[in-house]
C-alpha cells in the first residue's frame, strides 16, 4: 500500500482570503441578507461554500473576490474609499504584518530557521494589529489553551526586554525560539518561562514543567498582541 504524505498542519492564507472576510463581516445585512444571497451572486454552487472561505479560511478565488467588490462597491465603507484617495504621495498603504511559515513550536523543543531567512507566504491584516511587525504559526501544544496548535499570532517586538509579567511572549534565547507565559523570577535579572498546559504529565512530572531564563540571555522578545485561531468546523 502506497504511503501517504502527511498533510500540513498549518494552513496559508492568502491576502485575498483575508480582504474577502474584512468586508464579509462589513456588508453581511447590508448588501446581502446571507450566505444564500451571497453565493447565488458570486456563483458558487451552495451557501456552504461561503461557509469554508469565512469559517474554516478555505482560500477563495481571486476571480471570486474580483465579482464581489464589484458587485457590492457602492456598499464598501466610503470611509475607506476616501481614506485611500487622500493617502499622499510616497505614503504606503497599510497591507498588513508579513506571515512567515517556519517551523515554529510552543514546547521548546525544536529549531528553526531565523525569519530573515524565510520569505512571507502573505500578509496578516485585521483591526488592531497595525503597530505588529510580523506574524508565526504555533506547532505544539504546550500553551493551550491560549496558543492552540496551527494557530497564527501577531507579535510585536519589544527592543528593551521590558518584561510585563503575566502576558505570553515568543522569544528566542539560545537555540530555540518557543511560546512561553513569562513570570516575574526570584531575582531581577531572570524571568520563569512558564506553559499554560499544565495537564500533560510524564510520570509524576509535568511535561512542560516551568524553567529559567536569564534576560541577558533573550535574543528576542516579542509580545502577543493577536491570535488568529483556526477553525474546526
Known sequence: ???????????????????????????????????IQLAEALGFNSASSITEIIKSRQNIDPEKLKIFKEKYRDHITPAKKQEITETKPGKAVFEGI?????????????????INDAQPVGHMNFPGIEDCDF?????????????ENGCWVALKIIHDTKILPGEVYYI????????KRLLAGDNPDEVIAHSDNT????GNRLKYAPFVIRLEDIKKLCLVKDIHKKHNH
Not at 104 to 114: C, I, L, P, Q, R
Not at 135 to 147: I, T
Open 1 to 35: 500500500m502506497p504511503i501517504q504524505e502527511k498533510p500540513s498542519k498549518i494552513k496559508t492564507i492568502r491576502p485575498e482570503t483575508l480582504e474577502f472576510i474584512i468586508l464579509y463581516n462589513q456588508l453581511r445585512g447590508k448588501a446581502f441578507s446571507g450566505n
Open 98 to 114: 508579513p506571515m512567515y511559515e517556519v517551523v515554529a513550536t510552543a514546547s521548546g523543543v525544536e529549531v528553526y530557521n531565523d
Open 135 to 147: 506574524a508565526l504559526p504555533v506547532w505544539g501544544h504546550s500553551m493551550y489553551p491560549y496558543l
Open 172 to 179: 528566542e534565547w539560545g537555540d530555540y525560539r518557543m511560546y
Open 199 to 202: 495537564t500533560e504529565m510524564i
